[in-house]
């Protein structure tokens, strides 16, 4: 039976890269994976005041979908050196009520996506902290810097061979990583 894991996606443009890669993972991914993209681009920023006993709706089922996941990937740009506030609000969002954290002990995986040489390294770091801290066993290896992503699909927005080789190598590895953790 397949696990089913939830991908986060940083950057909420309808063409994003970010969301390209997320799509060509559910595509390359091992059948022991089922890849579940989680909107998070409706999360109001996290607020204890309107996470009462009736929280917003988006809350509710942000949550929901994530306890149903027996892990998570991250796909992440950068901005401005960090990682994007659209990833930490659905951090803290299901972090919260305190105690109640749907993220601990979900095998997790980050790949920063970035059309700069740098492949969004700053990113992939802060998330990793915010990771630690919510006990999530994180694959450590392959680091996974996706730099120049926009040569990385051609004109008709297929991925090149090249990419989605590295691509392979981190989704097959990070299947591994989940079975063993399992």
């Not at 909420?12 to 909107?39: E, M, T």
């Not at 796909?75 to 930490?88: F, M, Q, W």
């Amino acid at each position: 039976m397949s696990k089913k894991i939830a991908v986060l996606v940083g950057s909420l443009r309808k063409d994003s890269y970010n969301l390209k890669v997320a799509k060509v993972f559910q595509k390359i991914a091992p059948p022991s994976l089922s890849l579940q993209i989680i909107q998070i681009g409706d999360l109001p920023l996290y607020n204890e005041d309107i996470d009462t006993d009736t929280p917003p709706a988006s809350y509710t089922r942000f949550r929901q979908e994530l306890a149903e996941c027996q892990g998570a990937i991250f796909v992440t740009p950068e901005y401005n050196r960090g990682l994007p506030a659209v990833i930490k609000n659905a951090i803290d969002v299901g972090s919260r009520p305190y105690g109640k954290s749907i993220w601990s002990k979900k095998p997790a995986a980050i790949i920063s996506v970035s059309p700069g040489a740098i492949g969004g390294f700053g990113a992939n770091h802060q998330l990793r902290q915010s990771l630690v801290f919510l006990d999530m066993p994180t694959l450590q290896q392959p680091e996974a810097y996706f730099g120049g992503v926009s040569t990385a699909f051609d004109e008709q927005g297929n991925i090149t061979e090249k990419s989605k080789e590295f691509l392979s190598l981190f989704i097959n590895t990070y299947a591994t990583w989940v079975e063993k953790l399992s």
